[in-house]
C-alpha cells in the first residue's frame, strides 16, 4: 500500500464520517491481498457517498481501482484495488459477516 493511497483513503473516510473504520494487516495470511479495511456507513446513501469519495479521489490520483462490487448495494460495496480491500458496510452486514473476527489473525 502506498502512503498516498491510504492517505487518499482515510481521508475520504473521515471526510464522510465513516464509522468504526477497521484497517487489518493480512500480508502475512492472505494470497489476495495486503490491507483490508472494513468500515461503516449509516445509510445506503452514506455508503454510496463513501465510495464515490474513495473512487474520485484514487482517480484524480491515477491509482487503479481493480474493481469494485456491490455499488448500489444497501447491504455491502466493496473496492479491490489489489493490495488494498474496502469494505463498506450497513451495520447489519458488519455485524452478519463480522469478517474483522475471520481475518483476525490472533484467532486460532
Do not use: C
Request: net charge negative; glycine share 4%.
Amino acid at each position: 500500500m502506498t502512503k498516498t493511497s491510504h492517505h487518499l483513503i482515510m481521508n475520504s473516510l473521515e471526510e464522510l464520517k465513516a464509522v468504526d473504520t477497521k484497517i487489518l494487516s493480512l500480508k502475512d495470511i492472505s494470497s489476495f491481498t495486503d490491507i483490508m479495511i472494513i468500515t461503516s456507513g449509516t445509510s445506503s446513501r452514506h455508503m454510496s457517498a463513501i465510495s464515490d469519495k474513495i473512487q474520485e479521489n484514487l482517480k484524480e490520483k491515477s491509482i487503479p481501482i481493480i474493481s469494485v462490487e456491490g455499488k448500489g448495494s444497501s447491504e455491502w460495496v466493496l473496492l479491490d484495488l489489489g493490495d488494498i480491500v474496502i469494505n463498506i458496510m450497513s451495520k447489519s452486514a458488519r455485524e452478519l459477516y463480522d469478517l474483522e473476527s475471520l481475518w483476525d489473525p490472533d484467532l486460532l
